[in-house]
Nanobody, 114 residues
Framework: QVQLVESGGGLVQPGGSLRLSCAAS????????MAWYRQPPGKERELVAA???????NYADSVKGRFTISRDNVKNTVYLQMTRLKPADTAVYYC????????WGKGNLVTVTS
């Protein structure tokens, strides 16, 4: 089992920045890819960004150039640095860890509004 604890969400104005963190514990040796998903109000959940244990990354087109995913393998923590935030980025953001099966965090609300 892997436990994921997210932090860093909140309210921000358009154009602002936030950093989400997700700390993994438990059977972390099994984890390869970690990722962030989001679910905007009334919409489907979507992949935002992912990073492998080797550091390879991929991003949704809607966040390329604005969001950066990174990973600290010593702290077993993945981060999502979000810049130039838009109201369309408003969503519940979920951290995931894949190690044979996918583990999900509880979610963290990010609200972008003036």
């Amino acid at each position: 089992q892997v436990q994921l604890v997210e932090s860093g969400g909140g309210l921000v104005q358009p154009g602002g920045s936030l950093r989400l963190s997700c700390a993994a514990s438990g059977s972390i040796f099994s984890i390869n890819t970690m990722a962030w998903y989001r679910q905007p109000p009334g919409k489907e959940r979507e992949l935002v960004a992912a990073i492998t244990s080797g550091g390879s990354t991929n991003y949704a087109d809607s966040v390329k150039g604005r969001f950066t995913i990174s990973r600290d393998n010593v702290k077993n923590t993945v981060y999502l640095q979000m810049t130039r935030l838009k109201p369309a980025d408003t969503a519940v953001y979920y951290c995931t860890a894949y190690g044979g099966i996918t583990y999900w965090g509880k979610g963290n609300l990010v609200t972008v509004t003036s």
